[in-house]
């Protein structure tokens, strides 16, 4: 009531208002921890959302591969019955021949009456033709036995260049692309794997690798935010450049607005929510390092003079994106124009890993 407001001594007002500000103090807290775990949830609830998606693509697959071997396996069966039944029908034909010619000898022998010749080795013909028959069988027991040895050998043939595959592709996560002493392949020579890599041979290719082996966050508390480390070689020259995300996608931007083949090229897009979990930093870094190496084999096709003198000056000169001294900062336009540009000037060097 007002009049008990107005009987109240300073003192007891002062430890209302302590009273107060306390309970909103715990509301305060409650509210960001109710906000926190949120956005854990939301981050949780993206990694499934991948993983489902990547569970269903499997089970796609699986099921496309399991009835292309079920239509295989049809036709074989059915090629098998078809040669069986020629089989047997030229085991029936030869019996029927056989029995044929003795009746017509035993007639001709009956009306001619011939000079009894000599006697002659007895041949039994239906003997002649069940061996016939059986080694038919055996033939045709054989050919199964080859297809179904075939289909083996196709499966293991198959389970090796999988294997080899997945060797190769963990050598170039470890090392990046070399080529090999001797030989060469296309998928050795590629310094990335889509953008028409086999259209140059082994001999013109220059040596150069370039992969994000990590990321790691970074920043203050208001702006933390997952750095790339970019590591390039070129031959025996080596260095590495630590770029975030933003400074990537203002790369992409410059580079379409100078070709328009790179909207080809697979780029990570932007993400909101749950960017900073482990798997999406993962799954990021690795389509980043493929585009670097589309953008390289573009480049190496686009650009005669890193293809005649490739090492890290002309190089950076091409792209200062992987400067090891130069990063990317923001410019504006005219002030019609107020979306922001990036041209590469001198700015901080990341030193994490």
Known sequence: SRNDTLSM????????????MAKKDEYEEKNGTLTSLLEREMEITDGLRAELEDTKRNCEEKVERSESKFQTLSRENELLKHQLKKYITAVQMLKHDSEGRVQELTSMIGEIHPPIPEPKHFIDHQYEASEYEKKLVQVAEMHGELIEFNERLHRALLQRENFIRRLKEDLVELRGPLLDDNQTSDDDLSITSDYDASSQSAASRPLINVWIPSAFLTGKTADIHHVYQVYVRIRDDEWNVYRRYAQFYAFHKLLKKKDPIVNTFDFPPKKTIGKKDAKIVELRRKRLQHYLRCVLNWLLQSNSDLLSNPDKETFISILP????SVNVERKRHDARNREPTLSLEQDQHYTGL
């Open 321 to 324: 994106f992987f400067s090891d």
């Open 9 to 20: 001594t300073t003192e007891e007002l002062r430890e209302a208002l302590l009273a107060f």
